[in-house]
């Protein structure tokens, strides 16, 4: 599985980005799905992920700002972001894994990320 993320940029503080993963296979089997990112000098971080029966978690910053869905039929992965800030500027990049365990340790399959900067 190939995963293309897209629709990064630069956005004022307070706007808006709708980031999107498109999987060049079948996303159907990989029950876990999530939105990484990785700032300069700081650790990569989970941002919000979704299980297969719609279930999601975010990282607390971003929770009530951003929203993750996913579409089988389409093979994408979304992540809409609201209220954007300047800590969230970062390289964002999904991830798909058959399980959390997988996932939390790294595996699965990732993409190469699509930037995010929040400036004025």
């Not at 999987?23 to 700032?39: E, L, N, P, T, V």
Request: aromatic letters at 8%; glycine letters at 14%.
């Amino acid at each position: 599985v190939q995963l293309q993320a897209s629709g990064g940029g630069l956005v004022q503080p307070g706007g808006s980005l709708r980031l999107s993963c498109t999987a060049s296979g079948s996303i159907f089997d990989f029950d876990i799905m999530g939105w990484y990112r990785q700032a300069p000098g700081k650790q990569r971080e989970l941002v919000a992920r979704i299980m297969g029966d719609g279930h999601t978690n975010y990282l607390p910053v971003v929770k009530g700002r951003f929203t993750i869905s996913r579409d089988n039929a389409k093979n994408t992965l979304y992540l809409q972001m609201n209220r954007l800030t300047p800590e969230d500027t970062a390289l964002y990049y999904c991830n798909v894994a058959p399980s959390q365990a997988i996932q939390d340790m790294g595996g699965g399959y990732s993409g190469q990320g699509t930037q995010v900067t929040v400036s004025s």
